[in-house]
C-alpha cells in the first residue's frame, strides 16, 4: 500500500521462522524492496498459521493492521515445529485475529 508520504509498504505473514505478521518498505514504488529491514508487528504464533493483514491510514499517520495469529495459549501439547525443533509449551487450535496501531517510523526504510 502507498502512505500517505510516498512510501510504499508490504504486509504480510511469516511463514517461515520467525514466525509472525511483517512488513517491508519501498522508496521506489515497489522497485526494491528492504526485506533486511523488516518491521515485526506480531511475533507469538508458534507456526506458520499467521497473516492475511489488512492494513489502513489513519489522518494522523498512525497505521490500523488486522491479522490473524496461531496464538500461545492454552495447556497441551502440539506438533513439533520443525523451525523451533520442540513442541509449543501452550497449544491452542484456534486462530485469533488481532488489531494493532503503530506507526511506520520516518526513517524507514533506511536507503541504500
Known amino acids: 500500500m502507498k502512505l500517505a508520504d510516498g512510501r ?45 493483514p489488512r492494513s489502513v491510514q489513519l489522518h494522523d499517520g498512525t497505521m490500523v493492521t488486522g491479522y490473524y495469529t ?17 513442541p509449543p509449551p501452550n497449544h491452542n487450535r484456534q486462530d485469533t485475529g488481532e488489531i494493532v496501531r503503530w506507526r511506520v517510523p520516518d526513517a524507514w526504510p533506511a536507503k541504500s
Do not use: E
Not at 512488513?23 to 507469538?44: E, R, Y
Not at 496461531?70 to 520442540?86: E, K, L, S, W, Y
Open 70 to 86: 496461531h496464538r500461545i495459549d492454552n495447556p497441551g501439547d502440539g506438533p513439533v515445529d520443525p523451525g523451533r525443533g520442540a
Open 8 to 52: 510504499m509498504i508490504l504486509l504480510y505473514g511469516n511463514r517461515q521462522f520467525p514466525y509472525g505478521t511483517q512488513a517491508v518498505g519501498s522508496h521506489d514504488n515497489g522497485k526494491t524492496w528492504a526485506l533486511d529491514q523488516p518491521i515485526i508487528l506480531s511475533w507469538h504464533s508458534w507456526s506458520g498459521y499467521c497473516g492475511h
